[in-house]
């Protein structure tokens, strides 16, 4: 008998130590880097020019594509460095691959409440100069609200980015724009006739490729 409860106790000795060793072994696997976290890690952290090892890991977050989108877009969402910012989107616009998720993060990052500080200004711009290069005509009405910018900067590349869309709903906009400001801002008529051509030109190769979003 004395045996046998030895033996149990044994038993429930080696359970317990087994549970334990499992329990210890739990927080260390919960550190390991996730491949979000291992994508994050690759974004340059100084800022330009970058070193050769800084542009080897730029390039390669170019060249992952869509596949590395989701985890820049949870980091883009969730930081307020504008030049982290820009960085990010800078990839996400021209890396390759679809731009679905790109452009979902530049327009939640365009829902921002951005005032009129240096800082959000920057930010204002390249969500608008984004949308000029990935966007749809339904970032229009966002660029609109852009011409009544008090800085003309914002306008004029609004303006540009409206035409790169390509889409025929920009030209009144603009129009309306050019001729309400220019005895302001001289070459307002040109950045309109600018404007027709731009988007004539990205109509007709939208029709060719079927619409969509932009690659």
């Known amino acids: 008998m004395a045996i046998l409860m030895?033996?149990?106790?044994?038993?429930l000795g080696i359970i317990a130590a087994v549970a334990f060793t499992l329990i210890r072994a739990q927080p260390l696997s919960a550190t390991q880097p996730t491949q979000e976290d291992s994508i994050i890690n690759l974004l340059p952290t100084g800022h330009p020019p970058f070193t050769d090892e800084e542009l080897h890991r730029y390039n390669k977050l170019?060249?992952?594509?869509?596949?590395?989108?989701?985890?820049?877009?949870?980091?883009?969402?969730?930081?307020?460095?504008?030049?982290?910012?820009?960085?990010?989107?800078?990839?996400?616009?021209?890396?390759?691959?679809?731009?679905?998720?790109?452009l979902d993060a530049v327009r939640k990052l365009g829902d921002r409440r951005l005032g009129d500080t240096e800082k959000d200004i920057k930010v204002r711009l390249t969500v608008i100069l984004a949308l000029g290069?990935?966007?749809?005509?339904?970032?229009?009405?966002?660029?609109?609200?852009?011409?009544?910018?008090?800085?003309?900067?914002?306008?004029?590349?609004?303006?540009?980015?409206?035409?790169?869309?390509?889409?025929?709903?920009?030209?009144?906009?603009?129009e309306r724009w050019a001729n309400k400001n220019k005895h302001r801002l001289p070459n307002a008529i040109t950045e309109l006739e600018k404007a027709r051509d731009v988007i004539r030109k990205r109509a007709g190769e939208k029709s060719d490729k079927g619409g969509g979003i932009r690659e």
């Open 6 to 11: 030895h033996t149990k106790l044994k038993a």
């Open 62 to 102: 170019r060249k992952m594509g869509a596949e590395a989108h989701t985890a820049l877009s949870k980091e883009l969402l969730s930081t307020n460095d504008e030049y982290r910012i820009g960085l990010i989107v800078g990839l996400m616009v021209e890396g390759e691959g679809d731009k679905k998720i790109a």
């Open 133 to 174: 290069k990935i966007g749809t005509a339904e970032d229009l009405g966002y660029l609109e609200n852009e011409l009544n910018a008090p800085l003309d900067a914002i306008q004029i590349n609004s303006v540009r980015s409206m035409a790169l869309i390509g889409d025929d709903k920009a030209i009144p906009l603009i």
